[in-house]
């Protein structure tokens, strides 16, 4: 995905209709301001797509450790109680 670039001044010109059409044009808006990026705006549909990839990476890599042996089950009493032993 290649996204829009536009700078904040061209959305103080143009407002939400310059964000728009590049949401339409590339699914992604860069807004730069001192040329440099500080904003990226998505479409729900995208946000959601990119939350759900995450925590799909994040399950994987907890299931890798697990079958690793770098997990082991506790209960959460034991967790506090490690918790503040180590703190």
């Known amino acids: 995905m290649i996204d ?7 959305i103080k010109r143009r407002g939400m209709t310059a964000v728009d059409s590049g949401l339409k044009s590339h699914g992604a808006v860069t ?3 001192n040329n440099r990026p500080a904003y990226v705006v998505v479409s729900p549909a995208e946000y959601a797509e990119l939350v759900q990839a995450a925590d799909e990476a994040r399950i994987s890599l907890a299931l890798a450790d697990w079958r690793a ?3 082991k089950a506790a209960t959460a009493d034991e967790i506090v ?5 180590d703190a």
């Open 4 to 10: 829009t670039i536009i700078p904040v001044q061209e």
């Open 31 to 33: 807004i730069v301001r």
């Open 69 to 71: 042996g770098r997990c």
């Open 81 to 85: 109680r490690e918790a503040q032993s």
